[in-house]
T-cell receptor
């Protein structure tokens, strides 16, 4: 099946620094990727929809200037957490769907990136 | 009302028993429904997808969908300790196909 890969799997940074997380689709081209965030014992919350070649669509309450999303190619989307603070510590997961399977196809998830901001 | 609701559990069943997980959703126009399994510290993995009313079976797993009642369930037969995880119900929403997740039900299968 299709594979989505994320990097890094975990990162620790100091408060005020920026962290970039990469999400790649390995065997299909993804015009759309989804970024989710999961706090401990909570469900996955959609942060934004990343669109290749255009601006990302952010969910209500997600600061677009803080969570920068770039989808420069059909296989790579990046999420940059700018000026990270301890409350941004979370599990960030990207996902994508093989367009050949249509909108109802399986949503494949990356391995997730655990961010800890000190 | 939350878009996707699940009983958070924990649900504890003995090994070999049937585990029943339930989910309700609020958006009547939703057409695609998914069950994901998530082990602690890992990302979700797809267990079942269902699109039509009725039952869908895959090995030890059976998904049930009732669109009139806006209800989805997952049955796990012959539960194994390795089935212990959090099970997330997800509903397709939006023209771009993103998923809305429930909070998940934590299942514990006791040997």
């Amino acid at each position: 099946g299709a594979v989505v890969s994320q990097h890094p799997s975990w990162v620790i940074c100091k408060s005020g620094t920026s962290v970039k997380i990469e999400c790649r689709s390995l065997d299909f081209q993804a015009t759309t990727m989804f970024w989710y965030r999961q706090f401990p014992k909570q469900s996955l919350m959609l942060m934004a929809t990343s669109n290749e070649g255009s601006k990302a669509t952010y969910e209500q309450g997600v600061e677009k200037d803080k969570f920068l999303i770039n989808h420069a190619s059909l296989t790579l989307s990046t999420l940059t957490v700018t000026s990270a603070h301890p409350e941004d510590s979370s599990f960030y997961i990207c996902s994508a769907r093989d367009p050949r399977e249509g909108q109802a196809g399986e949503l494949f998830f990356g391995e997730g990136s655990r961010l800890t901001v000190l | 009302q939350k878009e996707v609701e699940q009983n958070s559990g924990p649900l504890s069943v003995p090994e070999g028993a049937i585990a029943s997980l339930n989910c309700t959703y609020s958006d009547r126009v939703s057409q695609s429904f998914f069950w994901y399994r998530q082990y602690s510290g890992k990302s979700p993995e797809l267990i079942m997808s269902i699109y039509s009313n009725g039952d869908k079976e895959d090995g030890r797993f059976t998904a049930q969908l009732n669109k009139a009642s806006q209800y989805v369930s997952l049955l796990i037969r012959d539960s194994q300790p390795s089935d212990s995880a959090t099970y997330l119900c997800a509903v397709n929403r939006g023209s771009q196909g993103n998923l809305i997740f429930g909070k998940g039900t934590k299942l514990s299968v006791k040997p």
